[in-house]
């Protein structure tokens, strides 16, 4: 797809915040002295380096209590791929025995890619199904899962839809058979409360752009006493469990996003919920052939996926984006071909919806205001652009 138009209109509406988050002012303040004049390493001998040292064991407990977990079972990476990568690796590498992998068909490319890797790696790999609202059916999970299985991969929260799945019911399945369970919560951990102190989780992936930390900083949970070979293979930082020196203002930084999201949760679920209610139904009720994808209930209070037939999600994207408005399609930009979203496809919806899709991810930071801009904007350029298209003029027409 294009890049954005050349002219920056006069507001911005971040509706975007499934790609990512604008960084809260708060961590921003405790950030930068970081990158200025406290640029010591934590790894060194003296006095410099020990107090940015003992920042991050602070920001480690943070998060740790974000998660209801122990500061020792968090360890922080580059990202929230590198943690995926890291866990279903160490996994494989944990459980040589078994050559098996669960995964889902609608995995983000950082557990996806790296499960099609795996396979010509010659591991086998049983990517579930899910219906049409994006659910999972643990049947078929409970069957597909064996004792020759090394590990199970299974998102927490889909970033297209929001959708949310049993992990822990899975996460049960799979140590009933002996095999690791993992879990990506990028889009869940800041959103939803988490208490791994009481899970059947092995790993768990998250990553600071996410909940308002910079890009370029992500976390892996390693339950206690489960074994672990290093992705990142070079000094003791981390434990000895992720060599390479700390992205110590980034580290820092995430550590008070964690504490943020954990201190204003409930209040900030509540009103991020009704926000996103409210701005899906005004689109569902005004805009011509819009659907939503996925459940009403299951999914995380701050996505709304929907596909409006017969039209472009790009085209409605760049409409937006003149006025302002952030938002995302499912469909990835790949090398300039447009490939349909494999999560909507996965969840069958038709060819002439998948490519109408727009998703809409909200945060903190938005409010009323900018629902009601959205609300006005919207519906007259999906009104357009399907009179713009013979099928979607008809089916105007038609509905009259
Ligand atoms: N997993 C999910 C569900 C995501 O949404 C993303 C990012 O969009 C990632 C993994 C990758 O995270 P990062 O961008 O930190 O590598």
Known sequence: MSAAPAMRPDRVVYFDNNATTQVAPEVLQELLPYLGELYGNPSSMHFFGGQVGDRIEEARA???????????????????????NAAIRSALDRNPGRRHIVTTRVEHPAVLSLCRRLEEERFRVTYLPVDADGLLDLNQADEAITDETAVVSVMWANNETGVLFPVEEIALMAKQRGAF?????????????????RSAVDFLALSGHKLHAPKGVGALYIRRGTPFTPFMIGGHQEYGLRGGTENVASIIALGKAAELAATNMAEEQTRVRALRDRLE??????????????????RLPNTSSISFEYIEGEAILLHLSDLGVCASSGSACTSGSLEPSHVLRAMGVPYTRVHGSLRLSLSRYNTDDEVDYVLEQLPPIVRRLRELSPVGREELAGHA
Do not use: M, W, Y
């Open 62 to 84: 943070r998060l740790a209590g974000l998660l209801g977990a122990q500061p020792e079972e968090v360890i922080f990476s580059s990202c929230g791929t590198e943690s995926d």
């Open 281 to 298: 139904a005004g689109i569902l009720r005004t805009a011509p052939g819009a659907v939503r994808n996925g459940p009403v209930q299951e």
């Open 181 to 197: 369970f993992h879990t990506d919560a990028v889009q869940v951990i800041g959103k939803l409360p988490c208490n791994l102190a």
